[in-house]
């Protein structure tokens, strides 16, 4: 035996399988929109990695949101709301980073809301079909159930649709049981070395970070379409000595939302712009100077240019 080969089967005596011992991976969280998988991701992961509203569509990317435990390393991906098919290009877009959020996925989890099962949740179940990686279910939202004996029926109706690495009932809001699954994923991670620093917990940088905050508090204060004709961009953020300044600029798609978004007297901006400052603030752990601006890329929800330009590239 030559003595490197000696010296490594030394060392590996020492020290058994220290990386492999760990279980790391992907799990990619999937559903309609609205069953609450961002809300499952942010409370497995014990921070808002993914922002979260009453209306559906609100996640637009596959958001990487990292639990770190001893046993391992779980990376959850969130994704957009799969929905039924539509030609418009944003819808086109979120449905296709929903399917590419299932490519290099370890384990699928397919998130359902308590008591409901809708025409949109079958075509998920349609499209899991194809999927090679084992999926899990998560039936979410029980604290809604108003009667807990009709969870057994409706996991029975569950296990009887596919064949499901398990099925496991939960409330994100309510932290109900969120322990159990992850007892129930990371043994079905596979062996290997972690995918992020230990510090870690999201997977983009921190601009996007902030632009999706802004959008957040829009979308939870505008009604009916207007939250979906929107986007956010970050033009400037500069660390000052002991201010963090930052620039947004909120895209519409016509010249008549402008006025909706801005509100009476500036009022609706306002709001907007110290609820976002002060999440801001408490992310950043400094003051924020917070300027928004409001302008129009013409239907830039149906244009593929403008949804590139945006940062809403096919994946
Ligand atoms: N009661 C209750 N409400 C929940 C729970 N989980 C999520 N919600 C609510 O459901 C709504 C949608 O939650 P999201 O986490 O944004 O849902 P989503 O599946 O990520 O939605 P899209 O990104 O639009 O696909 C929000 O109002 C959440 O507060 C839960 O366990 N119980
Ligand atoms: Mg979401």
């Known amino acids: 035996m030559r003595s490197e080969e000696k010296r490594q089967n030394r060392r590996a005596d020492h020290f058994p399988s220290p990386v492999f011992s760990m279980r790391c991976g992907m799990v990619a969280v999937v559903g309609r929109p609205n069953v609450g998988k961002s809300s499952l991701v942010n409370a497995l992961v014990g921070r808002k990695v993914s922002i979260v509203t009453r209306k559906p569509q609100t996640t637009r990317h596959c958001i990487q949101g990292v639990v770190h435990r001893p046993e391992g390393q779980m990376v959850l991906v969130d994704t957009p709301g799969l929905h039924h098919k539509s030609e418009h ?14 490519r290099g996925a370890d384990l699928v989890l397919f998130v359902v809301e308590a008591g409901v099962w809708k025409a949109e949740d079958e075509s998920v179940l349609r499209r899991l079909a194809a999927v090679a990686a084992p999926v899990a279910l998560v039936i979410n939202k029980v ?9 057994l029926p409706e996991i029975k ?14 409330s994100a809001v309510k932290r109900d049981n969120l322990e159990a699954l992850l ?22 940088d921190p601009s996007f970070a902030l632009a999706e905050l802004v959008r957040e508090k829009l979308m939870q204060r505008l009604r009916q379409e207007l939250p979906y004709a ?47 400052r002060r999440e801001m603030e408490r992310r950043l752990g400094r003051p924020v100077f917070l300027k928004l601006w409001v302008r129009c890329a013409e239907d830039w929800t149906d244009d593929p240019q403008a949804l590139k330009r945006f940062g809403y590239s096919a994946p």
């Open 89 to 102: 290009a944003l819808n086109r877009y979120l449905n296709d980073t929903a399917a590419a959020g299932l």
């Open 157 to 170: 109706a569950h296990a009887q649709r596919r064949d499901y690495a398990f099925i496991l009932p939960a």
């Open 143 to 151: 604290d809604r159930l108003s009667d807990r004996k009709r969870l």
């Open 183 to 204: 007892r129930e994923l990371f043994p079905r991670l596979p062996e290997g070395p972690p995918l992020y620093p230990e510090d870690r917990v999201e997977g983009y």
């Open 230 to 276: 929107l986007t956010v961009q970050i033009e400037h953020l500069k660390r000052e000595e002991k201010i963090t300044r930052i620039e947004a600029v909120i895209w519409v798609e016509r010249e008549s939302q402008k006025a909706i978004v801005i509100g009476q007297k500036g009022q609706g901006l306002k709001e907007v712009g110290s609820a976002a």
